[in-house]
């Protein structure tokens, strides 16, 4: 016997549609129906019929083989032969993330084809893989922001035992997983859930419309369809974490908050689970409530996302001014989060005409989550740009070392390790209707910055999605080959050195007067020192003593050091070890050697093992 359940308080009659078959179901109080059917299988599909309507997929669908538009289709979590048993995470203070988007990091677009690529990961360093969203959207392409059906895995990734051979696939590497999911709207496409019940309400308003209803009548089922939507991934999918989109935006005035609820019932699910489990937060409020405990009156998350770091270094790079860029000094607010976690925590912001964020001082930098590039600080360009096609490599790498080495967690968004020269458009599969609408809303917001409209890809054509896919053969290529070893000796160093674990402060010195080109930033025995002048640079380095170099990036031209001081041709990154580290002298090819760049009484040595326990963390000469 199998019970179909529905909670749908809207219509007076609802019937379940089995094959040919109609099947009135019963009202089992608080707006829910239910009926128990024998005989049926896993594999069958099904569907509700609502006052003799539809029939419409079911909210809670595990399965949804023909997309948002077709039947729901019935699934048996237990057959599935996990072999992860024991799998236990790496904590999220000492991850690597590395943010993907199923359907364009290869060129299937598949959960099976993304298991090929995971040896690449294992090798950079990466410890977290970060799914963009997965869950059902309208069509088969689309970034996964506008889901409809929370509890189904993406039909065109491979559905729900792709999914699981993926996760399983990860864990056998040594890889923890998040997911990404998306509380705060839903997606217009495809979207039958209002038929059943309140789930959106006009009482506040968003972006998209119709808030989320957290806090109405009716708001306890929609607040237990999201806390269930988060234990499903996190137990029937054995991720590891969530990360939560724009929480911001998600509208509650309930005396307990949608997210310190859902904190509390991961809680219970980790004790349950027996190993951990990590909420990280999006968040433009800079508000370090998000992850302060519930104890001390916040919500309890793992971590926030730092939009501060990313748009510091971005102006920095780049010198862009427009938009959310005017409020950040490039260098100045870098070194600022630095010491700060947030560049604004409470200052004055041009940009939105007010004081913003507060003060994060307090808290270990290991609960904030940094990035030189993500989703959408790639894909909300007009034409997509990823930073390496906006800088030169030698800023590039520099701006890797600043992020990379920093006490902030890194996030690597997919291809940046090995400077993608592929786009990251915005693209959609929406019907005709919702598509036209979604295309000129797009191009002009566009056109209002001074973009010419030919250069506006159109999100509903095929082509922007194909040319959105990361091409393979770059990271091969020698431009490609360079970079990625560039980040692999990164990470290397951030695991073998305990003075660059994240968590342990960070203090910077900068120059010269005005506009800042050069930094130096010292984490207890460790320098990186950078210059993304045009011209060469003296950086005197922070803290007494002579210094090893460890990993050095300087083109053609070499660091020379004076004294307590460096002399950097333009784009040069070099990270220094202080002596009582005993870090050893790795430089790049042709990059300066340690007898060049250190005093010639340092001598060079090599860290423990470093060199056999991360193969091709090196660079091969």
């Keep these: 016997m199998t019970t179909f359940r529905v909670w749908a308080p809207i219509p007076e009659r609802v019937e379940l549609a089995l094959a040919d078959e109609r099947v009135p179901m019963c009202p089992a109080g608080g707006g829910r129906w239910e009926v128990d059917v024998p005989g049926v299988e ?35 979590h237990a057959a599935f032969g996990w072999t992860d048993r ?37 090798g950079l360093g990466v410890t977290h893989v970060e799914l963009m969203p997965v869950n059902e959207f309208a069509g088969e392409r689309g970034w996964g922001y506008d889901g409809v059906l929370l509890f189904s895995p993406h039909h065109a990734y491979g559905g729900p035992d792709g999914m699981k051979r993926f996760v399983d696939a990860c864990h056998a590497r040594g890889v923890a997983v998040i997911v ?8 217009p496409g495809g979207n039958h859930l209002p038929r059943f019940g309140p789930y959106l309400t006009e ?23 999201l806390l269930d939507n988060a234990a499903a991934w996190l137990r029937d999918y054995h991720a590891d974490g969530l990360r939560i989109d724009a929480v911001h935006a998600i509208v509650d005035t309930s005396a307990v908050h949608l997210l310190e609820e859902l904190a509390g019932e991961v809680e219970a699910l980790e004790a349950h689970l027996g190993r951990s489990l990590a909420l990280v937060a999006e968040s433009d409020l800079n508000d370090p409530r998000l992850v302060r405990s519930r104890e001390a009156g916040g919500y309890g998350l793992a971590a926030v996302w730092d939009d501060d770091v990313h748009h510091a270094l971005h102006v920095a790079l780049t010198g862009e001014r427009q938009r959310h860029y005017a409020d950040f000094r490039g260098l100045e607010d870098f070194a600022r989060a630095l010491s700060e976690n947030w560049a604004y925590g409470g200052r004055e912001s041009v940009f939105r005409g007010r004081r913003h964020g507060r003060p994060a001082g ?7 989550v940094a990035f030189l590039q993500n989703h959408d600080q790639v894909g909300n360009r007009a034409a997509g740009e990823r930073l390496s096609m ?26 940046e390790e090995w400077a993608a020269t592929t786009p990251f458009l915005y693209f959609t599969d929406h019907v005709a209707d919702l598509g036209e609408a979604i295309r000129t809303g797009r191009r002009s917001e566009f056109v209002a910055e001074g973009i010419p409209t030919a250069e506006i890809p159109d999100p509903q054509d095929p082509a922007t999605f194909r040319r959105s896919k990361l091409d393979w053969r770059e990271p091969g290529a020698r431009r490609g080959r360079r970079m990625r070893e560039w980040y692999a000796a990164l990470l290397s160093l951030r695991r073998d050195l305990p003075d660059l674990a994240a968590g342990r402060r960070a203090a910077a010195t900068i120059g010269p007067e005005g506009t800042p ?6 984490r207890g025995s460790v320098v990186v020192a950078c210059n993304l002048d045009v011209a060469p640079r003296r950086v005197p380095l922070p803290g007494a003593g002579a210094a090893t170099v460890l990993l050095s990036w300087s083109g053609a031209s070499r660091p020379t050091r004076h004294g307590d001081a460096l002399e950097l041709p333009a784009g040069a990154t ?4 202080i002596p009582e580290s005993r870090a050893q002298a790795v430089p790049r090819p042709g990059a300066a050697t340690p007898s060049e760049a250190s005093s010639p009484s340092e001598p060079a040595s090599r860290p423990s093992g470093s060199g056999d326990r991360h193969p091709g963390a090196h660079p091969a000469p």
């Design 42 to 76: 896993a594999g069958t599909d099904y569907g509700f019929l609502l006052d003799g309507e539809g029939p419409f997929p079911d909210p809670r669908s595990p399965w949804q083989p023909a997309g948002v538009f077709g039947p729901s289709r019935t699934l048996d």
């Design 86 to 122: 024991g799998w236990r995470p790496p904590p999220l203070s000492a991850a690597v993330l590395y943010e993907l988007h199923v359907g364009t990091f290869t060129e299937a677009g598949t959960f099976e084809a993304a298991i090929g690529r995971l040896d690449h990961l294992v």
């Design 180 to 187: 990404d999911v998306v509380y705060n709207h839903l997606g």
């Design 203 to 225: 009482r506040h308003r968003t972006p998209w419309g119709g808030a989320v209803n957290l806090d109405g009548p009716g708001s306890d089922e929609v607040r237990r369809y």
């Design 362 to 368: 307090d808290l270990p930098p290991s609960r904030f």
């Design 390 to 415: 906006l800088v030169d490599d030698d800023r590039l790498a520099a701006a890797a070392a600043l992020l990379l080495l920093s006490p902030f967690v890194p996030l690597l968004f997919m291809g």
């Design 517 to 522: 080109r050069w930094i130096a930033v010292r």
């Design 574 to 577: 070099v990270v220094l070890g």
